[in-house]
């Protein structure tokens, strides 16, 4: 078993190298797309903000107090390593474990690094009897696992009370912290699953280390009259709504169906 683990079920060699190098550029574009409409409100507000797109990213640079590494980290080192680590890594260990998609186009499956083994694959886990995952374990993977992206986070609350904040405080931003982001990494399993790429998740991460949690109350036109006020309101909170819902029914057609293409798992078993 700890041979097959290692040479076999690590994502490092298998799935997670497959996945990077697989790079359908239609699906980190479709992926991208899914996510500017997710965030057209908070991205409206910055354009109604900055006229000149050029100032927003003064305005992230001036967040980050012109830190570059701090920029360096949050859009970039931050968004490759923890997908490879906490997406690719931790759903590729699993991967062995689940019904997988095996149709007659090689690259459809697993990509072609990661094809030439997955018979081995298959023959090993007949070979040790492992247990296939029935969907609802499969489910169970997908949404558990991402608590541990969550918890990788927990060292900003440990900056927050270094910093003197009051611990009723911290713990607030820690679970809400905490939600989201585990959310964010049930979305990215996903992604994963449906596009073998993994490109796609550090695309999709990127972007929304640079947009921020959307904020609760849109900035545009602050000293404007009450109407005006409560016309922006409406507006952003509809663009918000607007792209949950877009999101949530165009992600399927724009990753899965467009195209033709199909992903790691059997998605019929995992929906039945």
Not at 92 to 108: A, C, D, T, W
Not at 164 to 188: D, K, W
Request: proline letters at 4%; charged letters at 10%; hydrophobic letters at 50%.
């Amino acid at each position: 078993m700890t041979h097959y683990l290692q040479t076999i079920a690590n994502p490092g060699e298998f799935w997670m190298l497959s996945s990077l190098n697989h790079f359908p550029i239609s699906k980190v574009l479709n992926t991208l797309q899914l996510f500017i409409v997710l965030f057209i409100g908070p991205l409206i507000d910055r354009l109604f903000q900055y006229p000149d797109a050029s100032y927003i990213w003064l305005d992230i640079l001036d967040s980050l107090e012109f830190d570059w590494l701090l920029l360096l980290r949050d859009l970039v080192v931050a968004p490759i390593t923890e997908e490879l680590v906490y997406t690719a890594s931790v759903m590729g260990f699993f991967v062995p474990f689940m019904k997988l998609n095996i149709g007659s186009e090689k690259s459809s499956i697993a990509g072609p690094i990661a094809f030439e083994r997955l018979d081995l694959v298959l023959a090993n886990r007949l070979k040790l009897g492992l247990v296939q995952f029935t969907p609802s374990e499969t489910w169970k993977v997908i949404h558990y696992s991402p608590i541990l992206f969550g918890m990788a986070h927990l060292h900003h609350a440990i900056g927050l009370y270094m910093r003197g904040t009051p611990i009723a405080s911290v713990i607030i931003t820690l679970l809400f912290q905490l939600t989201y982001t585990t959310m964010f990494g049930i979305l990215t399993n996903l992604i994963w699953l449906y596009t073998n790429s993994v490109w796609c998740c550090i695309v999709a991460h990127m972007f929304c280390n640079f947009m921020g949690f959307p904020s609760f109350t849109p900035e545009a036109l602050e000293g404007g009259t009450k109407a005006q006020r409560a016309v922006v309101n409406l507006g952003y909170f509809g663009l918000l709504v607007f792209g949950i819902y877009y999101c949530k029914t165009q992600f399927w057609h724009l990753l899965v169906e467009d195209g033709g293409y199909v992903g790691i798992l059997d998605l019929d078993y995992l929906n039945s």
